[in-house]
C-alpha cells in the first residue's frame, strides 16, 4: 500500500496503477480520447496530461505509473489551457458537421469541446484531404473525423487478434485502414465492430440505410440484455429509440469484457423486420389466414380434446426452445407434462449436446462445462476438438488466441478442416471425421507410457482406471495414425503438450458430440482430463461449448423427455412425488422420447398433435425429407415462433411470440451463469411472450397457472430446483449467477468438482473406438461433414434476415479439397449435386485446402441446399443424438451451371 496526494487530497494506493487508474477509482473525472482499460497504455492523445511535483512539464496520467509520495495536480489552470489547445488542434482538423453526424451525442471529441468551451478550430492551413471506406457491409470509414487515436488499431490487434486495421501513410497524412488498400470488405476484417464501438467520434460507424430509423443519441435509452445467438452469453446495451432497436453497445462486464461478434454487434435488425409475425395465423383450406388470438385458442382446444379423448397423452409431443428463456422453457415442459400428460417433451440439445450432459454426467456427475470463460486468460495449454471457436463462439475463441498470442499457452487442434484456430496451433491434427475417440485413446496412451499422469489424483479422486489402462494398450501413435489420418508423432507431440501443462483445458463442441459415439466421445475427454488431474481446478477441465443462447438454460429447465429441472429424473418415484406436489397434478411415469424418436412415432401415427415453439427441425434435423413425411402426417401442429419459419409452413396454428427484446427473462450461457435479459420495446403487433401464450394455452387446457411476471416463474423454478436455489431476479442484476448456487447466501460456482466430484469419485470409463455407421463406399465415395459458420446461426431465423450478413453469405455451399475437386472435374464457383442415401440437393462447391481429401464440408444453415436432407439419423445408443457429422455422399457436376 502506498500514499499519493492528488489535487492535495491523500488516497491509498494498492498494487502497480496507474495515475489515471487511481484517479477514475475515486470519481476524479480526467478527459481521455486514446485510452481503454482493456488495451496497454497509449498517451497518444495526451488528454490525459495531468502536474506531478518534480517532474518535468505535463504527464500523461494513462502511462504514469503512481509512486509512494506523489503530489498530483489534475486540474490546475496550466493543464485547462494545454488540454484545451489539445482539443483545438483537433477540432481545427475536423469536419463541422456535427448537426448531420450520426455520433452526435455519442462523439467524445464534441463533449470535451463542449466541456472545455472550444467552439471552433482556430488553427487554420492544411486541412488533410478525405479517404473514405464503404467497402464493409456493416460500417464506414471517414478519415475526416479519425482523430488518429489508433483505439481502433490496437482493438483489433491486442483483443480482437484480427490485425485488419492498420494506420496508413505518415505524419499529418496517416489515415486508418485495411492493408494494401483492398477496403475492410475485402480484408482479414470479420466484421466483428468491435473497432466501431472503440472509436470515440464519427470516423468509424454502422452504416445506415434510407428505411432505418434516423436518431440522435440524446434521443435513445440502453437497455442491458444477453445476446440471442451463441451460448457464450454476451452482455450488450440494446439502444432504443422510440419502439426500435437502432444500435448496439457491447457492455464490459463478464463474460465478453465489452467484446461482440458480426452478429452480437450488428445482427439486431431481425427484431423490427417487417416480416415479424404480428398475428396469430389459422390454416383454411391450405392457406394461412389472420386470427384472433382467441379464435386461434378456440381451434386449439377444441383439437385437443379431440385427440385427448380419442387417443390419449401418447398422442402427444412438444418441442421446446433453446432460443427461448428459462422461464419459458420450464412452463413448456411442464405444460406438457401437466397437460398432455406426456413426457414426450425434447428440444435441439438432443442435436447437439445431448451426449455432454448423458456423458460427463456419468464420468463426473454433472453434464455441463466445468471452469468459466474468464479462467482462459490463466490457461497453460489448450486442446480444441471438434469446435470451430472463432465461428461459433467467436468471443471465446478470441480469448484462446489471446492467451496463446500474448500469454505463451500451448495450443492443440484436433479438427477434419483447418479450422482459424489451427493456423496456430502448436500441433494441427486433422483426424479423419468420427475418429475423435482414437485420437484422444492415443494421446492417453502416450501419456501412460511416459508417466506424465498425476497418480496421486487417479487414486485420491477417481475409479476404474485399470480398466482403462488394458484399452489403451493397442492405441500406439502408430496404430492411431492410420485410424486417424495423421502423423503418430503429432499425436505424441500433442499428447506431451497437455499432459505436461499445469493448467491445460478442453474445450469441444459438436465436432465431438454429433456422432453415433458422441456419448463415448465426451467421456474420452473427461479420462484424459481426470488422467492428468485437470478436472476441479482453474484454467482447466472439460468445456463443452454450448451452440445456442440458452441451450444450457433449456437442459437446466427439463426439456428433456427423462429429466425434470437441474436433472432430476423422472423414472425416479421421490422426484416424481415432489414434482407432483409442487405443480398440483400427478405427472406422468413413463420416460418420454426424444426429438428423432417422436417424429419416427409421427411418421408411424403413434402421435397425432404436435406444440412447436421456437424450432425450426426441416432445418435442423436429419434426414429432412423425412421430417417433412411426418409433420404432414400430423392431426394437428401448433407452431410458436417470432417469424414465419420452414417449419411454421406445415402447421395448423401459428402463434406470434415475442422476440428477446420485447420480455424479460434469463438465459443460461455456456459457463452455467444465469443472465438476465430486460424488455428493451414493446411487443410489435398482437405478439406475447412465450411465458404469457403457454400460461393462457394452460388455464384454457384445464391446468391453473398464474404468473404475475417472469420473476415470480423463476422464483418457483428455485424451489424445485436445488442447482438453482439460490437464485431470483434481485440476485441476477449485474454479473449473474453460476450454478449450482444452493440457496439465498451461496455466491454461484465459477468451477466445478473443486474438492470432490458431483457423483463422489470420478468414473474412468474404458471405450474402445467404433467407426461410424455410415462409411464411404462405392456408390457414396465421399465423407459429408457439416457445421455452423460465423456469419449466420442455426436455420437462420434471425440472421437470415439481416441484410449484411446475407450481403456476405446468401446460399448453400460446400468446400472441397483441390485434388478431389479435381478428379470429379469441378471447378470453385460451379453447381454440384450432393447426394447421399436420403436425398439430393444442389449446391455451390468452394475449392479450398481448408478440408482434406475425401472429405466435404457443408454449413447447414441454408434453405437452399439444405445438408440435413443428407445427414445421417442413426442415433447414438445413450443419448439419442444422430449422426450429423459422418455421412456418406456423391457428387455430380451439373454441366453448364455456375451459380454466381
Not at 69 to 78: C, D, L, N, P, W
Not at 423 to 435: N, R, S, W
Not at 477 to 499: H, L, N, S, W
Amino acid at each position: 500500500m502506498m500514499e499519493i496526494y492528488i489535487n492535495d487530497k491523500s488516497y491509498q494506493v494498492d498494487g502497480d496503477k496507474s495515475l489515471l487508474e487511481v484517479c477514475r477509482e475515486n470519481n476524479i473525472n480526467i478527459p481521455t480520447l486514446c485510452y481503454d482499460e482493456r488495451l496497454k497504455p497509449y498517451g497518444g492523445c495526451r488528454l490525459c496530461i495531468v502536474e506531478v511535483e518534480g517532474m518535468n512539464g505535463p504527464v500523461t496520467s494513462c502511462t504514469t505509473k503512481a509512486q509512494d509520495g506523489m503530489r498530483v495536480h489534475t486540474h490546475t489552470e496550466k493543464i485547462l489551457k494545454q488540454r484545451k489547445q489539445i482539443l483545438d488542434l483537433l477540432y481545427s482538423n475536423h469536419p463541422k458537421e456535427c448537426l448531420q453526424c450520426n455520433k452526435s451525442g455519442r462523439c467524445k471529441l464534441q463533449n470535451y469541446c463542449y466541456e472545455y468551451g472550444v467552439e471552433e478550430g482556430t488553427y487554420k492551413g492544411k486541412v488533410q484531404k478525405p479517404s473514405y471506406d464503404l467497402t464493409s457491409p456493416f460500417f464506414q470509414y471517414d478519415s475526416r473525423k479519425c482523430i488518429k487515436c489508433g483505439l481502433c488499431v490496437r482493438t483489433c490487434q491486442e483483443l480482437q487478434g484480427e490485425f485488419a486495421i492498420s494506420f496508413k501513410k505518415r505524419g499529418f497524412d496517416s489515415i486508418i485502414g485495411a492493408p494494401f488498400d483492398r477496403g475492410f470488405g475485402n480484408s482479414a476484417c470479420v466484421s466483428c465492430g468491435n473497432c466501431v464501438s472503440a472509436c470515440p467520434t464519427g470516423a468509424l460507424q454502422p452504416k445506415m440505410k434510407k428505411k432505418d430509423p434516423a436518431f440522435r443519441y440524446w434521443e435513445t435509452r440502453k437497455v442491458r440484455t444477453t445476446c440471442s445467438y451463441c451460448g457464450v452469453g454476451c452482455q450488450m446495451d440494446l439502444v432504443i429509440k422510440g419502439n426500435n432497436v437502432v444500435d448496439v453497445i457491447p457492455a464490459k462486464t463478464v463474460p465478453n469484457d465489452g467484446l461482440l461478434c458480426v452478429k452480437g454487434k450488428f445482427g439486431y435488425k431481425f427484431i423490427n423486420n417487417p416480416d415479424r409475425l404480428k398475428t396469430p395465423l389459422i390454416k383454411k383450406d391450405g392457406k394461412f389466414v389472420e386470427a384472433s388470438w382467441d379464435e386461434a385458442y378456440a381451434l386449439i382446444k377444441k383439437k385437443f380434446h379431440e385427440n385427448m379423448e380419442e387417443n390419449g397423452p401418447k398422442a402427444f409431443a412438444g418441442f421446446s426452445s433453446a432460443r427461448t428463456t428459462n422461464e419459458e422453457n420450464y412452463l413448456f415442459q411442464k405444460f406438457i407434462r401437466t397437460v398432455f400428460k406426456t413426457n414426450n417433451v425434447d428440444h435441439c440439445a438432443r442435436l447437439c449436446h445431448a451426449s455432454t450432459v448423458a456423458g460427463l454426467a456419468n464420468t463426473l456427475g454433472s453434464g455441463a462445462m466445468t471452469n468459466s470463460i474468464g479462467e482462459v486468460e490463466n490457461t497453460d495449454a489448450f486442446f480444441v476438438i471438434g469446435s470451430n471457436t472463432t465461428e461459433t463462439h467467436p468471443v471465446i475463441g478470441t480469448k484462446i488466441r489471446k492467451r496463446v498470442r500474448e500469454g505463451g499457452a500451448k495450443l492443440v487442434v484436433a479438427d477434419p478442416r483447418e479450422i482459424q484456430l489451427a493456423k496456430m496451433a502448436d500441433v494441427y491434427l486433422q483426424i479423419k471425421p468420427g475418429t475423435n475417440v482414437a485420437v484422444m485413446n492415443g494421446m492417453m496412451h502416450v501419456i501412460l507410457e511416459e508417466g506424465l499422469y498425476d497418480q496421486a489424483y487417479i487414486d485420491e479422486r477417481t475409479e476404474g482406471f485399470d480398466q482403462l489402462k488394458e484399452v489403451l494398450k493397442k492405441y500406439t501413435p502408430e496404430y492411431t495414425a492410420k485410424i486417424c489420418g495423421v502423423k503418430a508423432e503429432d499425436i505424441v507431440k500433442a499428447a506431451r503438450i497437455y499432459g505436461q501443462a499445469d493448467k491445460a483445458a478442453i474445450y469441444y463442441s459438436m465436432g465431438v458430440t454429433q456422432h453415433s459415439t458422441g456419448t463415448s466421445g465426451v467421456m474420452s475427454t473427461s479420462n484424459l482430463a481426470m488422467m492428468t488431474g485437470h478436472i476441479g481446478k482453474e484454467s482447466s477441465g472439460v468445456n463443452p461449448l454450448r451452440g445456442q443462447n440458452n441451450v444450457q438454460g433449456a437442459c437446466d429447465m427439463g426439456a428433456l423427455p427423462t429429466d425434470y429441472t437441474g436433472y432430476q429424473k423422472v423414472f425416479i418415484p421421490a422426484v416424481r412425488e415432489k414434482m407432483s406436489k409442487a405443480w398440483g397434478t400427478q405427472v406422468p411415469d413413463e420416460k418420454g422420447k426424444t426429438i428423432v424418436e417422436i417424429l419416427n412415432a409421427v411418421d408411424e401415427g403413434e402421435i397425432n398433435f404436435m406444440y412447436i415453439m421456437g424450432e425450426n427441425p426441416i432445418l435442423s434435423d436429419p434426414d429432412q425429407n423425412h421430417t417433412k413425411r411426418a409433420l404432414e402426417k400430423l392431426d394437428f401442429l401448433v407452431v410458436q415462433d417470432i417469424f414465419l419459419t420452414e417449419t411454421a409452413e406445415y402447421a395448423d396454428v401459428v402463434l406470434p411470440a415475442a422476440s428477446f427484446a420485447e420480455k424479460d427473462g434469463t438465459f443460461t450461457n455456456t459457463e452455467r451463469r444465469v443472465l438476465r435479459i430486460r424488455k428493451a420495446i414493446e411487443p410489435l403487433g398482437q405478439v406475447k411472450p412465450d411465458w404469457q401464450i403457454i400460461m393462457e394455452l394452460s388455464n384454457l387446457l384445464g391446468h391453473e397457472e398464474h404468473y404475475d411476471s417472469p420473476a415470480d416463474i423463476m422464483d418457483e423454478i428455485a424451489s424445485v430446483t436445488p442447482s438453482y436455489g439460490g437464485m431470483s431476479y434481485d440476485r441476477l442484476e449485474g454479473e449473474g449467477l453460476q450454478w449450482p448456487c444452493l440457496n439465498k447466501d451461496h455466491p454461484g460456482t465459477k468451477y466445478l468438482h473443486k474438492e470432490v466430484m458431483a457423483r463422489g469419485k470420478g468414473l474412468f470409463m474404458p471405450i474402445d473406438y467404433q467407426e461410424s455407421k455410415e462409411l464411404p463406399d462405392e456408390d457414396y465415395p465421399l465423407i459429408l461433414t457439416t457445421g455452423r459458420i460465423l456469419y449466420h446461426y442455426h436455420t437462420r431465423t434471425m440472421s437470415g434476415k439481416v441484410p449484411g450478413l446475407n450481403q456476405i453469405v446468401s446460399h448453400s455451399y460446400m468446400e472441397i479439397n483441390p485434388k478431389t475437386a479435381a478428379s470429379y472435374g469441378i471447378e470453385d464457383g460451379e453447381l454440384v449435386e450432393v447426394s447421399s442415401r436420403r436425398g439430393s440437393i444442389n449446391t455451390t462447391a468452394r475449392v479450398t485446402d481448408k478440408i482434406e481429401q475425401g472429405v466435404i464440408f457443408m454449413p447447414f444453415h441454408f434453405v437452399d441446399g439444405p445438408a440435413n436432407r443428407l445427414t445421417n439419423p442413426v442415433l447414438d445408443p445413450i443419448a439419442k443424438i444422430p449422426e450429423l457429422k459422418v455421412a456418406a455422399v456423391s457428387l455430380n457436376k451439373i454441366k453448364g451451371a455456375c451459380n454466381v
